[in-house]
């Protein structure tokens, strides 16, 4: 009995660690900003502006707005939330820079 009622809480402990850890990966999964690499720029742009028909300056601010943000944005369109710098960086007239 006695054995019982050491592992209770050093169970309980072991269970809200691990819950803590996989609930920090969820979290890192959501916010994106500023987890690439320099060198993931290239591809993550790639499929990024692969549904445009004006690739060239896709591409070159896609990887502007990457090399400065480390982040690029999920999917060929849209999603901008989840990376904020890559969402709040602007033009002269206010329109969005990062494609």
Do not use: I
Not at 62 to 78: E, F, I, S
């Amino acid at each position: 009995m006695a054995a019982a009622s050491y592992y209770s809480p050093m169970m309980v402990a072991l269970s809200l660690l691990l819950l803590l850890v996989s609930f920090s990966s969820v979290a890192q999964a959501y916010t994106r900003s500023g987890t690439l690499g320099p060198s993931d720029c290239k591809p993550k742009c790639t499929y990024r502006c692969s549904a445009t028909s004006h690739k060239k300056p896709c591409m070159f601010f896609c990887q502007k707005c990457c090399a400065k943000c480390l982040c690029v944005p999920p999917g060929t369109y849209g999603n901008k939330q989840l990376c904020p710098c890559y969402n709040s960086w602007k033009t002269k007239e206010g329109r969005p820079k990062c494609p």
